[in-house]
C-alpha cells in the first residue's frame, strides 16, 4: 500500500470520535442505597448481576455459569425511580458509560473503582413475579 494511502487511512480513524457504551441487562444483588447531595440531587448506586450461562464443550467438559457484578450508579430522575421501584432480585436494563475513580478508604489507601454511570433504565419485574405458584 502507497505511504500516502496509509496516511489518509490514519488521520482518517484518529479524527474519529470514540464511544464509551454500556448496555447490561441483570438482576439486582442487594437493596438500592440512594442518598441526597447538593441541593437535594438524588443519587443511587445499585449492585447489578450478570450472568454467562454455562455450558458443555465438545469433550464433555462442564464450563459453569459466570456471573459478573457491575456498580452502577444513577443521578436525579433515574435514581429517584430506583428508590421508589426497584429492589433485590429485580430484573432490570441499564444503559449508559464505563467511568472509572479513585478514592482513600478510611486507612488511607487508595482504592479503585468501576463504575456504569447510567442514563437510561428500564425495569421488567422481580424475581418474586415470575416463582410465583398456581
Not at 438482576?27 to 441526597?36: D, L, N
Not at 450472568?51 to 459466570?66: F, I, W
Not at 435514581?79 to 478508604?105: C, L, P
Amino acid at each position: 500500500m502507497p505511504a500516502q494511502t496509509r496516511t489518509l487511512c490514519s488521520l482518517h480513524f484518529t479524527d474519529m470520535p470514540s464511544i464509551n457504551k454500556v448496555i447490561l441487562l441483570g438482576h439486582v444483588g442487594k437493596e438500592p442505597e440512594v442518598r441526597y447531595v447538593d441541593q437535594g440531587v438524588a443519587v443511587a448506586q445499585v449492585r447489578l448481576a450478570t450472568t454467562e450461562r454455562g455450558y458443555t464443550l465438545p469433550n464433555g467438559t462442564q464450563v459453569p455459569d459466570r456471573t459478573e457484578w457491575h456498580n452502577v450508579v444513577l443521578w436525579r430522575k433515574l435514581a429517584e425511580t430506583v428508590e421508589k421501584y426497584v429492589h433485590t432480585g429485580d430484573f432490570i436494563y441499564v444503559e449508559g458509560k464505563i467511568q472509572s475513580r479513585t478514592y482513600e478508604d478510611k486507612q488511607g489507601i487508595t482504592r479503585y473503582i468501576t463504575e456504569i454511570w447510567a442514563d437510561d433504565l428500564k425495569l421488567f419485574g422481580s424475581k418474586k413475579d415470575t416463582n410465583t405458584n398456581g
